[in-house]
């Protein structure tokens, strides 16, 4: 099956940091560019990084330039989300999903979401 | 950066009904343009690439249509299962920015 994984999130109080972490499976994962996605509650979905096959590429939102970090293993078949100096307003659902290549850059496989909350 | 805009908001609406969804990007995004389903507590779900290209295991009472700045989600019958919230999505250019989302629910 194929599938992503999401693992890491949690209580942080502000000013700390996170690793998030995806393990794929059912793929070739060093075949796919990837993307993070959040999601606040209640709130619509915001794009926030992506990172091509060669880690040649990597893009952040403006919003967190500065505070996050993607990166990939291919050989773990894992993407990673590095976010430092949290504030309340990055508490969300943080959703790794992979572009689906051939479909005009469409979102195709999405994780189940890591819950975030950034609180004293 | 790019800008989506999708109208309405919400909508109320029956089983069996025609719904109707329209996106809108500031700038021509060609056919650059997802759909997705989301419902309360779960991960989004890809409906439609490019513009109008069904996903693998979509019903095909979705469709989807348009190009350059406007487009449009239709669902021609709606089922129970299709109350939700819908995103459109442009991947012509980052950031990957997507709609505000359409509210669907039962009347």
Redesign the interface.
């Given at each position: 099956e194929v599938q992503l994984v999401e693992s890491g999130g949690g209580l942080v109080q502000p000013g700390g940091s996170l690793r998030l972490s995806c393990l794929a499976s059912g793929f070739t994962f060093s075949s796919y560019e990837m993307?993070w996605?959040r999601q606040v509650p209640g709130k619509?979905?915001?794009?926030i990084s992506?990172i091509d096959t060669s880690v040649n590429i990597i893009?952040y939102?403006?919003s967190l330039k500065g505070r996050i970090t993607i990166s990939r293993d291919n050989a773990k078949n894992s993407l990673y989300l590095q976010m430092n100096s949290l504030r309340a307003e990055d508490t969300a659902v943080y959703?790794c999903a992979r572009d689906?290549r051939i479909?005009?850059?469409?979102?195709?496989i999405?994780?189940?979401?890591t819950m975030v909350t950034v609180s004293s | 950066d790019i800008q989506m805009t999708q109208s309405p908001s919400s909508l109320s609406a029956s089983v069996g009904d025609r719904v109707t969804i329209t996106c809108r990007a500031s700038q021509s995004i060609s056919i650059y343009l997802s759909w997705y389903q989301q419902k309360p507590g779960k991960a989004p779900k890809l409906l439609i690439f490019a513009t109008s290209s069904l996903q693998s295991g979509v019903p095909s009472r979705f469709s989807g249509s348009g190009s350059g700045t406007d487009f449009t989600l239709t669902i021609s019958s709606l089922q129970p299962e299709d109350f939700a919230t819908y995103y459109c999505q442009q991947t012509y250019s980052i950031p990957f920015t997507f709609g505000p989302g359409t509210k669907v629910d039962n009347k």
């Open positions: 993307n996605v619509g979905l915001e794009w992506y893009k939102a403006d959703y689906g479909l005009h850059g469409a979102f195709d999405w994780g189940q979401g | -």
